[in-house]
């Protein structure tokens, strides 16, 4: 498949990334305030752009978290552009650059079949969930920065793929976001969850808990500190009690993807999760 001419892929700047998340809203995906530098941090060598005769058509992240597991996110191509083999040119760079690692992914439903066809296989249906801001709270939750970061990193680690303790140290600490967290009698993590403001309301993510009551103490106190407006929640269909979670608290399904990877399931707690960090990164 030919690209067109004059198409260039080139890595991208931060301020690249701002306007990845304008392409993003555009699309309906309500990025959250300060997700530009969130992601971008994050490997900053996993970002694309495309360029038409020097103007930006399309994007793709392809994030390296380690030498074993990448994610890719953020695949949009100007709709003006759509069928011109920019997506191709953007996928064949970023799957480049994760080489030979397990890359998980969150596809859009008209994308699945062409996933498969790069060889990746469905783990679960994703599926968000929209609720309302409010309620009384008053969970029995603290916040997370009482926890010994240590414990928060290992705690993490249980519910993803790979250590994550230099992005999760960025997002936990955002200045947009709310976090609490849930310990026991002797003071172990058993719960935790980060609420950021979007460009439209806010979402819940992520929402790891050893239990459902855990995980319902932590979104109570979650909804209750969110500011006005809709609050969404993506839960893994793997986790039947995080579907049962967003329904109990009158949450309604309003978007699906599917979990996919290209080398198999990397055998996380999936029990544990009951809200994604981000479709965009995992």
Not at 100 to 111: A, Y
Not at 151 to 163: C, G, I, N, T
Not at 207 to 230: N, V
Request: some cysteine.
């Amino acid at each position: 498949m030919t690209a067109p001419p004059g198409l260039a892929i080139r890595r991208m700047a931060l301020d690249d990334a701002a306007w990845m998340m304008d392409m993003a809203a555009a699309e309906g995906w309500n990025p959250g305030l300060n997700d530009a530098a969130l992601f971008f941090e994050t490997d900053p060598r996993g970002f694309f752009v495309a360029e038409l005769d020097g103007e930006r058509v399309g994007c793709l992240a392809g994030v390296a978290y380690d030498d074993s597991y990448g994610f890719l996110g953020g695949y949009i191509v100007a709709p003006e552009h759509r069928g011109e083999n920019i997506g191709i040119a953007l996928w064949r760079e970023a799957t480049a650059y994760l080489g030979d690692r397990n890359v998980g992914l969150d596809g859009v439903i008209e994308q699945q079949e062409n996933y498969r066809r790069s060889g990746f296989t469905l783990a679960y249906r994703q599926i968000r969930h929209e609720g309302e801001a409010g309620g009384p709270g008053g969970g029995p939750t603290v916040p997370l920065a009482t926890v010994p970061f240590a414990q928060v990193v290992e705690y993490d680690a249980r519910h993803f793929p790979v250590r994550r303790e230099d992005f999760l140290r960025r997002w936990v600490n955002d200045r947009h976001c709310a976090v609490r967290a849930v310990t026991g009698q002797a003071g172990e993590l058993r719960g935790f969850g980060v609420l950021r403001q979007c460009r439209e309301g806010a979402k819940v993510g992520p929402l790891f808990a050893d239990g459902p009551g855990e995980a319902e103490a932590i979104l109570a106190d979650l909804l209750a500190l969110a500011p006005a407006g809709p609050v969404y929640l993506d839960t893994p269909e793997a986790n039947p009690e995080a579907v049962a979670l967003a329904r109990r608290f009158g949450m309604s399904p309003v978007f699906e993807t599917a979990r996919m990877y290209n080398r198999g399931d990397p055998g996380f707690r999936v029990e544990g999760v009951f809200g994604v960090t981000t479709f965009e990164l995992g």
